[in-house]
Every structure is written in structure tokens, then in C-alpha cells.
């Protein structure tokens, strides 16, 4: 009898494991968190019941006159194209840069993905990865 209890509550929490959650921030800037993606057209991060966030998602957008199939998605990711260097992007670069320096200074792990998988780097990694993140801040943040 008791094995079929625990069972049966096995059966029951087994849903909650693999649940899938979105976090996405509307216009007036609330942050919402649903089970359900968010309405098309907005940037969302899907969120891992590891507690781990997954990169932001590309908007989804409705075909305008395109003749790509929805299987667009399934591509291989393409080689990531250069950034035009205009103010915005030199200010979102330079906002990445001092949030990940301030990261590696921290005291927490610090998890970075290699081959597709995710691993706690170590003491040295992380100093290569400070010295890194210190050169590129001064070389296109210095005037900032």
C-alpha cells in the first residue's frame, strides 16, 4: 500500500519537473512569468527549473510578405554577423562588459557554456576572463 502511494504521488509531481516557464517584461514594465509563451512579437527569456535562465529568445514575428516556411527555426544557428558600431550598441556593449566584470569579481560560481554544456569555470579561467573583459571595457568603453 505504501509503495503505491509513493507511486502515485511520483505520477503526480512528475508534470511539475519537466514544466516549462517564460519571463518576459511588457511595455509598462512588468514583469510577468507564465507557463504559456508570451503574446507574439515579445522578447522573452525561458526559464529552466534548474533556476538557470536560457538566452533571450528572437521575437516572434508573423511572415510579411516573406516566403520562409515556420521551419526557420529549426536551421543550424548562423555565425554571428558583426556589430554596426553606433552609440547604442558601443552602450549595450559596454553595459554586458561591466555587468560581467562585476560577475567574475563576485563570489558566486560562474557558469559558462563550452561544447553545448554548461560548467562552473575555476579560479584561473576566471582571472583570464576578468583580464578579458578589463581589456575590451578599456578599449571600447574608455571614453564612457
Do not use: F
Not at 517584461?25 to 535562465?53: C, E, F, I, L, R
Amino acid at each position: 500500500m505504501r509503495r503505491l502511494m509513493i507511486a502515485t504521488a511520483l505520477l503526480l509531481v512528475a508534470p511539475l519537473v519537466a514544466a516549462q516557464a517564460y519571463k518576459w517584461t511588457d511595455a509598462s514594465g512588468t514583469v510577468h512569468y507564465s507557463d504559456a509563451p508570451p503574446p507574439q512579437g515579445t522578447k522573452y527569456n525561458k526559464v529552466t527549473t534548474s533556476g538557470t535562465v536560457e538566452p533571450l529568445a528572437a521575437p516572434a514575428t508573423a511572415p510579411t510578405g516573406s516566403t520562409e516556411s515556420s521551419s526557420s527555426s529549426a536551421k543550424p544557428a548562423q555565425p554571428q554577423q558583426p556589430m554596426a558600431d553606433t552609440p547604442e550598441n558601443r552602450a549595450k556593449l559596454c553595459t554586458a562588459l561591466k555587468a560581467n566584470m562585476d560577475t567574475l569579481k563576485g563570489s558566486g560560481p560562474v557558469i559558462m557554456e563550452e561544447g553545448g554544456q554548461q560548467k562552473v569555470i575555476n579560479a584561473d579561467q576566471r582571472q583570464q576572463q576578468q583580464a578579458t573583459a578589463q581589456a575590451q571595457y578599456q578599449q571600447y568603453c574608455s571614453g564612457s
